[in-house]
């Protein structure tokens, strides 16, 4: 098992927001809290220390109390971008990341992580959850957003980053990574649009 005190947690609030008419999502209240900060406490029990990868507004979400990163990379290279530079800032062997727009994952997310990296020597773990398709067949599907990674794999990151690979799923498929399946279908849920946030459960 990998001690919880040696993995830095990271919120990703960097993205463009563009389905939520281009608005900042992580400042956008669930339950009467911003997203961001709604994920950062959910967090930060089960690791060691987090911070937050942001490109707009890091004055406020500085106010949250842990660091804030912006992206080494521009124009909202996404969630990879946000990896990268939460790796280089790492303090500890081990980052796990969470995007702020799914305010329902699990409360033992990192341990379940943490147990199947150890227990299979991978440098990454990634969670797995069901999900309906399209003909109503529930099926599993990765949550890649979700990840456990060592800090040796930065090095691969931007090698990727750097040749213009943005897709995490590509690179992610090409990672020797450990999959953890997690039973329950509302815990990824994720808000991309007003009415998905809107829609979440309370």
Known sequence: MVDTALITGVVLAGGRGLRMGGVDKGLLLYQGTPLALHALRRLQPQVGNCMINANRHPDHYAGFGVPVVGDALPDYAGPLAGFAVALRHCTTPWLVTVPCDSPLFPQDLVVQLAAVVAAGGHDMAMAVAPEADATGTTVLRAQPV????????????????????????????????????????RAFLNANTIAELQALPT
Do not use: Y
Not at 152 to 178: C, M, N, Y
């Open 146 to 185: 979700f990840c456990l990674m060592h800090t040796r794999v930065l090095s691969g990151l931007e090698a990727f980053l750097a040749q213009g690979g943005r897709k995490i799923d590509t690179w992610a498929s090409q990672q020797p990574t450990a999959r953890v399946v997690f039973d329950d279908p």
